[in-house]
């Protein structure tokens, strides 16, 4: 008959206490466990990707408030100016090239920075806010005010 190896076992008497087995013969009992209560395991929630923008609501997008009005409208504007700076500029441009242009520089610098913003806005597409309307309003009227330069150059040339 082989005996068990040395070691810790459950007490034959009580079975929730363990007792020391030398290989031959039961020695002390092990300490008695303290009932201690236990704290709460603590679970952390799984990583996870963030839902896509469209599921989410407009006040999770950030924790600023929602806007309305005039104030929305002006957030929106800085938020054009931040995202594709050129096409506002080539839409300033444009815009001054109305009142005050001199050999057309103005307007054709509303077309051509109006065209980079389209590039840029292109270059944003996932975004919100990427000015591409901005853009095109700036080639638009650039083309408008350097067709204006034109018909006005034409009438005192000829």
Known sequence: MTLPIAGWYPDP????????????????LAPAPQLATAAAPVYEAPLRPPAPSEY???????????????????????????????????????????????????GILGIVFGAIGLARAGQLTGSRITGFGVSLAAIILGLAASGAFLARAAQLLG
């Open 13 to 28: 008497q009580d079975p929730s206490r363990t007792r020391w087995w030398d290989g031959a013969r039961w020695g002390q």
């Open 56 to 106: 989410r609501q407009q006040s999770a997008w950030n924790d600023e408030p929602v806007l309305r009005g005039r104030k929305a409208r002006i957030a929106k504007d800085r938020a054009t100016r931040a995202a594709n700076p050129f096409g506002y500029a080539g839409l300033v441009l444009a815009l001054i090239a109305f009142l005050f242009n001199v050999f057309a520089i103005p």
